[in-house]
C-alpha cells in the first residue's frame, strides 16, 4: 500500500510504515519487475539506564548533581531521553534527538535545594522514546542527602592570652 514505502527519485526506497507493498522496477530496454516489500513495525521498547550516580550514593544541599542517562534501539533509533526527579529535589526534562540514533548517552544536571532535609531521599526515573513511539522506564534510583560538612567551633571565653589555673572552671 501507499503507506508502507516509498522510493525517491534516486531510486531509494524509505520505510514509511508497517506492511506490504510491491514496487514496480523498470529499467529502459527490459520489462518491468514488481518487488515485493514487507515492512515490520517496530514493537520493541529501547533499552534505557542511568550510568551515574550510583543507587543510595550521597549529594549534599546546594549540589550540582550530574546524571547521566545511556539508551539504545537498534530497530529506529532512541528519539528522545527524559530525566525526572522528584522527593527533596524536584527536576524534570526532556531531550529530542535528531536524528534518532542507535546508542547516545545524555547529561542532565539538577541542583539539590539549600534546605533539602537531611536523610532525605531524591528519586530518579530515566525514559527513552524510539523512532516508532515505544517508551520504556528505568526502576527509581535512590540518592540520599546528607551532610558531609563539619561543624566550625568558635570559643568567646576565654580571652585570648587568659591565664587559667589548674582546677578553675571556665
Known amino acids: 500500500g501507499p503507506?508502507?514505502?516509498s522510493v525517491t527519485?534516486?531510486?531509494?526506497v524509505r520505510a514509511l510504515g508497517a506492511g506490504s507493498a510491491s514496487i514496480l522496477v523498470a529499467v529502459t530496454g527490459l520489462p518491468p519487475v514488481s518487488v515485493p516489500v514487507n515492512v515490520a513495525a517496530d514493537a520493541i521498547a529501547p533499552a534505557v539506564s542511568i550510568a551515574s550516580p550510583a543507587d543510595g550514593a550521597g549529594v549534599e544541599r546546594?549540589?550540582?548533581v550530574?546524571?547521566?542517562?545511556?539508551?539504545?534501539?537498534?530497530?529506529?533509533g532512541v528519539a528522545r531521553t527524559r530525566l525526572d526527579v522528584s522527593g527533596a529535589a524536584a527536576?524534570?526534562?526532556?531531550r529530542a534527538i535528531q536524528p534518532p540514533t542507535?546508542?547516545?548517552s545524555t547529561s542532565f544536571a539538577f541542583s539539590v535545594p539549600v534546605d533539602a532535609p537531611i536523610g532525605g531521599g531524591i528519586d530518579l526515573v530515566a525514559a527513552a522514546t524510539d523512532g516508532s513511539g515505544n517508551a520504556s522506564s528505568t526502576p527509581v534510583r535512590r540518592l540520599v542527602v546528607v551532610?558531609?560538612?563539619?561543624?566550625?567551633?568558635v570559643l568567646d571565653t576565654p580571652l585570648p592570652d587568659t591565664q587559667i589555673g589548674l582546677g578553675e572552671v571556665l
Open 9 to 12: 527519485s534516486g531510486g531509494l
Open 62 to 64: 546546594g549540589d550540582l
Open 102 to 104: 542507535p546508542s547516545t
Open 91 to 94: 527536576f524534570s526534562e526532556e
Open 3 to 5: 503507506g508502507v514505502a
Open 147 to 153: 551532610d558531609r560538612t563539619a561543624p566550625t567551633i
Open 66 to 76: 550530574g546524571v547521566v542517562v545511556q539508551a539504545s534501539d537498534g530497530a529506529s
